[in-house]
């Protein structure tokens, strides 16, 4: 019985871990949301929007795909990750 209980004491605690994870999770994304929102109507990027919405930019080695040259380009958002 008490090996039960330690098992769902262990349990308990692996959720409320997931829980508030998720919580924090969809905190993000709400200000992601709202950062989105508040530069929606810009005309130009520039170091400040860069800086508020991209957290960094991935860019992979070149590669000849049919005699043209390309990269795989990456970008890693501010508040969500890579989308």
Known sequence: MEKEQE???NRMQEIAAVISEEEHSEGDVRTFIEEIKRYAAI?????TVLNR???????G????????RT???RIVYNFVGEL
């Open 61 to 68: 080695k070149p590669e000849k795909i049919d005699g043209v």
């Open 71 to 73: 990269h795989e380009v």
């Open 7 to 9: 098992n769902n004491q």
């Open 43 to 47: 005309t130009e990027l520039d170091e």
């Open 53 to 59: 919405l991209i957290n960094r930019i991935l860019i």
